[in-house]
């Protein structure tokens, strides 16, 4: 489709006349319309699509008890069918909007029975089977997305397809949550091998003039803008120094999915240069930024040990039974059910261990659950004043309440005395870790001023690198036509702006900061109503005439 500006160069050169020129614009005018009206109704199908698929949900899982096992099966998996068919003769009788709609109803219809009927034999018993299922789920919405010419249904299956990999990493990681180094680590590598099996699709897909190139594109260049963002925050970048690869977060599916992604990333580029040479410059961008990332995150180690919090060891801390065992004096803990845990009465799950409890603590078993022996457990004043003499407990205003003088524990006291020990080796991480009973926690609660100056040094070089890359994927959407490219790189140029907007308003203090960033951020949002939507409009024109010239 050639567009008004084109035109009227043309007429402008001479190569067309008036009257062709005048011609021409009405057909562009109206195949412009007609384009535009045919994408509004197909969204409001698929909206339709949506509303009918939390309808059928609905209405299964208010009658769900009274439905028959059976028949609930038979609903699930005709309906699934009916949608899929339904749509498939829509789309031959010419009905694109609504085909695209059911087949996407469809795909949802499917994901729901296998969770429903998981549910309904109860199959789903554990984290894992839930990863099953969802594994099935996206490899066949996948298929369908080829099969039925569904882009909808592609882009369903990518958003599955990382739901998966987040849940099946989550089922063979153990302790994650303590450490944070790993999970962020995880997190990038998920991201990178992602994107580069989606760049090797890509460029699969490109070869062969695929109308889903696009779609692997833009989530290609989302999961990196998503890794370049994690590392653009100054807090972020002492956390990552500390990685290992003796990490318990480096699980065998995360080393099988990243050599997954390598190969299908090495077979996307090979079967692209073979069947066309001139795509090895995009390769070799593409494996220009992947080398960037990975100095961009090697470099971290220059900062490791530098930010950080000494803080008291806690008994969660600790991931064995002897080290447990060791500081059990100290910290008071003890080891149970694998975990280390701190020595509290509600450690103890039958009477009989809650009333021999040996050392400092005074547990009893109440409502079947065991407590620590205090006033509050009494709700009549009849146990109130029965109650130990030692807790001093009297009955007022219908609560029972001890008198005594609160009295520090001596468990209290130790812990105090670890904190004021431990605080003094603050960002002095081998001190740290050389004092008895004190934790090391990189990038926590740290202040500003004593920030290292290679940190503040790895941050600036961090975001200026993700501004480029903001500006060159902005580019590349300009290049390849896709509107939608460009939209992402402004939606995360803004939303990088205010990121580090809101950063600064944390870290400054005082009255005057606080009315300098206010009006810096009133020019800044003033300036920024006027200017990008004008630049959105102005790079979404280019990217259109070079959409319509690559058709």
Known sequence: MVDENQIKEWLKQGIINKEQATQMLKDSTSKKNEKESNEFF??????????????????????????????????????????????????????????????????????????????????????????????????VIYLTAYFLDSKENLLFSIILFFIWVVIQ????????????????????????????????????????????????????????????????????????????FESGAFT?????????????????????????????????????????????????????????????LYCYNIDNAAKCNDVKEDLFCEWKNNYCMEVSCYNYNNEIECNNVQGDLSCEWRGNYCTETNCYNYNNETECNNALENLSCEWRDNYCITTKNWIATKKEISLQQNYERCELYNNQKDNCLSQENCDWNAGQNYY??????????????????????????????????????????????????????IGFWMDLQ??????????????????????????????????QQKEDNLI
């Open 169 to 244: 990493y989550v089922v063979g990681t153990e302790n994650l949550i303590y450490n944070e180094e790993g999970l962020i680590i995880t997190f990038i590598l998920i991201f990178l091998s992602a994107g580069s099996l989606l760049f090797g699709l890509s460029s699969l897909h490109h070869s062969i003039q695929h109308k889903f190139t696009n779609m692997y594109r833009f989530w290609t260049v989302f999961y990196f803008l998503v890794v370049f963002y994690i590392l653009s925050f100054q807090q972020i970048l002492p956390i990552i120094s500390e990685y290992t």
């Open 42 to 139: 197909s969204i409001i199908a698929i909206i339709g699509a949506v509303l009918i698929l939390v309808g059928i949900a609905w209405l299964i899982a208010w009658n769900w008890d009274d439905i028959p096992d059976f028949v609930k099966v038979l609903i699930l998996i005709s309906s699934t069918i009916i949608a899929f068919t339904i749509g498939v003769i829509a789309r031959e009788k010419n009905h694109e909007g609504v085909a695209r709609a059911l087949i996407l109803l469809g795909a949802g219809l499917y994901l729901l029975s296998l969770f429903l009927i998981s549910q309904i034999y109860n199959l789903a018993t554990n984290l894992q089977h839930y990863a099953w299922i969802l594994f099935l789920s996206w490899t």
């Open 510 to 543: 005082g009255y005057l900061a606080f009315s300098l960033l206010a009006i810096i951020g009133g020019i800044l949002l003033i300036f920024g109503a006027w200017f990008v939507p004008k630049l959105r409009r102005k790079l979404l024109e280019q990217t």
């Open 252 to 312: 065998g599916f995360l080393i099988f999915f990243v050599i997954l992604c390598t190969i299908g990333f090495i077979v996307g580029i090979l079967f692209a240069t073979n069947k066309n040479p001139n795509s090895l410059k995009e390769i070799l961008s593409f494996i220009g930024i992947i080398v960037v990332l990975l100095i961009m995150i090697f470099s971290t180690k220059f900062g490791a040990g530098l930010v950080g919090t000494c803080n008291p």
């Open 448 to 501: 500003k001023s004593s920030i290292p100056l290679i940190i503040w040094f790895l941050w600036i070089v961090n975001n200026i690198i993700f501004i480029g890359f903001i500006l060159l994927i902005i580019w590349y959407g300009q290049k390849v036509g896709s509107e939608n490219i460009v939209n992402l790189g402004l939606g995360v140029f803004i939303l990088d702006i205010l990121t580090r907007y």
